[in-house]
């Protein structure tokens, strides 16, 4: 049965048909917004190339977050620019590291905002590489014993959740039972599971201080071209006891969302990542393109490949958008 019995025009007439018929839907649920936070005070430095994202010291972090909070967007996930850096990293998991001082004082004041802590070397140390360096070369299970160290570290310091970046094998479950050692059994894993090589990362290192000084990370991160890979990736973060799995990045991503939606029943995080972010500020700026309609486009389309929830620089614009609407 095809034309003229079929007119799929029909329910495109008019605006609220069409949201009578929507299939995907964004809500402020889905949203976690990244923070980068530094040591300091009264500090608020803007990323040049993420205009509107900033480098707080710990007390304007608080004050933000309230006003996360405030619109709605039930989590952050923090990354850190330490005081000084090291072979090991040590600031990821000493007691008085920049993002444990900044857990303890947002759960202090802002109790209810899900905290996520990013675990992960390449911020904290000297050479920018997610782990420990041997030879050039980042030495696997040396670096499992760091970062499982810097996610129990997050962990008593206030996270709710933690979420390992570094790509080493068998974090998780490193990470899962180091916790469990120590009572924190509740704290969820957001596992980075399937993180490629990806030049979209590119305005984070600026804004997170953490470029490699050598080489590339692409021995431990994914090859772009790999999707069979990501599913094994998958998988084995869930065998290994991952609660929420994440593709990343998201947008030349989609089809490995899509995949990952169709075969695993645990929740999915998709990270927009700077490089999305930035392009699109970027475009707007020269009045390429509409900025908002793109932004709400591109997240939309991430939610229907599958993400149940989405790291976004955009989130507190999307979340004011989604309030004046209701
Ligand atoms: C690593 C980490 C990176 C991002 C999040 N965690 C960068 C990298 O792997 O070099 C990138 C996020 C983004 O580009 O927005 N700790």
């Known amino acids: 049965m095809g034309f003229p019995i079929n007119r799929m025009r029909r329910l495109r007439k008019n605006e609220n048909l069409r949201r009578m018929v929507r299939e995907t839907k964004i809500s402020v649920d889905d949203l976690i917004y990244p923070l980068f936070v530094r040591p300091g005070k009264n500090i608020k430095v803007e ?40 072979e090991l990293g040590s600031e990821a998991y000493s007691e008085n590291g920049i993002v444990q001082r900044a857990l303890r004082a947002i759960k202090k004041e802002v109790p209810d905002l899900i905290l996520i802590a990013d675990v992960c070397l390449c911020e904290y140390t000297s050479h920018g590489h997610c782990g420990v360096v041997e030879n050039g070369y980042v030495n696997n299970d040396k670096t499992l014993e760091l970062l499982a160290k810097s996610a129990l570290s997050f962990a008593e310091a206030g996270a709710d959740i933690v979420a390992p970046s570094d790509m080493m094998d068998g974090r998780v479950k490193a990470i899962r039972e180091i916790l469990d050692r120590n009572g924190f059994f509740n704290i969820p894993i957001m596992a980075y599971s399937a993180k490629y090589a990806s030049s979209f990362y590119g305005p984070f290192r600026e804004a997170a201080e953490s470029a490699p000084k050598f080489g590339d990370r692409k021995s431990y991160q994914m090859d772009p071209p790999n999707a069979r890979e990501a599913l094994r990736e998958i998988e084995l973060d869930i065998e290994e006891g991952a609660d929420i799995i994440m593709v990343k990045p998201a947008l030349s991503y989609l089809d490995i969302i899509s995949k990952a939606r169709e075969r695993f029943n645990v929740p999915i995080a998709a990270y927009n990542v700077s490089g999305e972010f930035s392009m699109v500020k970027a475009a707007s700026r020269l009045g390429w393109i509409d900025e908002e309609k793109i932004m709400y486009e591109i997240l939309i389309s991430i939610k229907r490949a599958g993400a149940d929830l989405i790291l976004t620089y955009f989130a507190k614009d999307i979340a004011k958008k989604l309030k004046s609407k209701n």
């Open 47 to 86: 990323i040049s190339s993420m205009p509107g994202n900033y480098q707080w010291s710990v007390d304007l972090l608080v004050k933000e977050c309230e006003e996360i909070f405030k619109l709605g967007i039930p989590a952050v996930i923090l990354f850190g620019i330490p005081e000084s850096k090291d």
